[in-house]
C-alpha cells in the first residue's frame, strides 16, 4: 500500500525519500547478483513517483539494489528522466571501479556508495578494501552507507572510525527491538553516533519490530536515535519493501511512524526530512 498524506499527515515542502530501490523488466535490466535473494518486483521509478505524490515527498534517493549488484544501468536511465533538484542516488562498487566510472557516476547525480556487511547478502567487503573504496569517494564529496546488523555491529564499527568521510548507518543497525532500550547493542549504537561524522537512518523500525502495526516497540528507538544526533538523522520508506508480502507495507503509516520518533514535533520533521538531507545530499 502507497498511503496518503492524509494519512501521515502533510510533509513539509521539500520533503525527502532517503531509500528507495527501483526495478525495471529483466530482459533490459537483467539481475546481476549471483544469487539473489528476491525476484525483482514489478516497482519502476513511475510507480515510485506515484507514491511519493500521494505521501507528499517532493525529494528522493534512489540506492542501488542488490539483485543489480554493480551494474548501474537502470538508475543512470531513471536519472537521465528526472530533474536534478529532485533525486540522488547511492552505488554499490567493488575494489576495481575505475575513476572515470566513478566520476561518470558524480556527473549523473550518485552521492554516496552502499557497503554491507550483512552476510546473508553475500556482499560483504574485507575491512581493507572497504577503507580503500571509502577513501575514493571521500575525496569526490561522497558519504558512505553502511548497512550493519547487530551481529556485525562490534567488530564494523571500529573500522568506521578509522575514516574521515561520513558514514550513514542503514535501518538503525536492524536492533532487535524485543531486547528493549536498554540493551547493549542501542548502547554501543549511541556510542558510534558520537563521532561527528556519523549519521543514522530512521528507517525499517516496521521490520525490527516484534509487535507489529502500529510498531509501538520502535518508537523508543528512533526517538533515542534522534535525540543522540538531531542533526545527523534521516529517512525513508525503503520501498518497495523487498522480502515482505507485496502490498502489505503502508508508507503513510511509516511516515506516522516517523513523527513518532519525533514526539509529533513539526520543526523535528523538517529537520529530518528537509534539512538534513539536503546537507547530506547536496540539494
Known amino acids: 500500500m502507497n498511503g496518503d498524506s492524509t494519512a501521515a499527515g502533510a510533509l513539509p515542502a521539500g520533503a525527502c525519500d532517503c531509500q528507495i530501490h527501483i526495478f525495471g523488466d529483466d530482459a533490459r535490466f537483467p539481475p546481476r547478483h549471483r544469487n539473489p535473494l528476491y525476484?525483482?518486483?514489478?516497482?519502476?521509478?513511475?510507480?515510485?513517483?506515484?507514491?511519493?505524490?500521494?505521501?507528499?515527498?517532493?525529494?528522493?534517493?534512489?540506492?542501488?539494489?542488490?539483485?543489480?549488484?554493480?551494474?548501474?544501468?537502470?538508475?543512470?536511465?531513471?536519472?537521465?528522466?528526472?530533474?536534478r533538484d529532485r533525486v540522488r542516488a547511492v552505488a554499490v562498487i567493488e575494489e576495481d571501479v575505475t575513476d572515470p566510472a566513478l566520476q561518470r557516476m558524480h556527473d549523473a547525480?550518485?552521492?554516496?556508495?552502499?557497503?554491507?556487511?550483512?552476510?546473508?547478502?553475500?556482499?560483504?567487503?574485507?575491512?581493507?578494501?572497504?577503507?580503500?573504496?571509502?577513501?575514493?569517494?571521500?575525496?569526490?564529496?561522497?558519504?558512505?552507507?553502511?548497512?550493519?546488523?547487530?551481529?556485525?555491529?562490534?567488530?564494523?564499527?571500529?573500522?568506521?572510525?578509522?575514516?574521515?568521510?561520513?558514514?550513514?548507518?542503514?535501518?538503525?543497525?536492524?536492533?532487535?527491538?524485543?531486547?528493549?532500550v536498554e540493551q547493549p547493542m542501542l548502547k554501543h549504537l549511541l556510542e558510534v553516533m558520537k563521532r561527528e561524522q556519523t549519521w543514522v537512518m530512521l528507517s525499517n523500525g516496521h521490520r525490527s519490530s516484534v509487535q507489529g502495526p502500529p510498531w509501538d516497540d520502535a518508537a523508543p528507538f528512533g526517538r533515542a536515535l534522534f535525540r543522540a544526533a538531531p542533526d545527523r538523522c534521516i529517512w525513508g520508506t525503503d520501498w518497495p519493501?523487498?522480502?515482505?508480502?507485496?502490498?502489505?507495507?503502508?508508507?503513510?503509516?511509516?511516515?506516522?511512524?516517523?513523527?513518532?520518533?519525533?514526539?509529533?514535533?513539526?520543526?523535528?520533521?523538517?529537520?529530518?526530512?528537509?534539512?538534513?538531507?539536503?546537507?547530506l545530499f547536496g540539494f
Request: aromatic share 8%.
Open 109 to 180: 547525480g550518485f552521492r554516496g556508495a552502499r557497503f554491507n556487511f550483512q552476510k546473508k547478502f553475500g556482499l560483504v567487503p574485507s575491512f581493507d578494501a572497504f577503507h580503500k573504496m571509502v577513501a575514493r569517494i571521500h575525496a569526490m564529496g561522497w558519504f558512505a552507507k553502511v548497512f550493519v546488523g547487530p551481529a556485525e555491529l562490534p567488530e564494523v564499527a571500529p573500522e568506521l572510525v578509522k575514516t574521515p568521510a561520513t558514514i550513514v548507518l542503514d535501518h538503525m543497525c536492524r536492533l532487535d527491538f524485543g531486547l528493549g
Open 39 to 83: 525476484p525483482t518486483p514489478a516497482a519502476t521509478i513511475d510507480d515510485a513517483q506515484a507514491m511519493h505524490a500521494a505521501l507528499g515527498v517532493e525529494r528522493f534517493c534512489i540506492v542501488q539494489a542488490t539483485v543489480y549488484h554493480t551494474d548501474h544501468s537502470l538508475i543512470f536511465d531513471a536519472l537521465s528522466r528526472l530533474p
Open 241 to 279: 519493501h523487498v522480502m515482505q508480502p507485496v502490498g502489505s507495507i503502508d508508507d503513510g503509516a511509516l511516515v506516522g511512524l516517523l513523527r513518532r520518533y519525533l514526539d509529533q514535533d513539526e520543526a523535528a520533521l523538517k529537520k529530518v526530512l528537509v534539512d538534513n538531507p539536503a546537507r
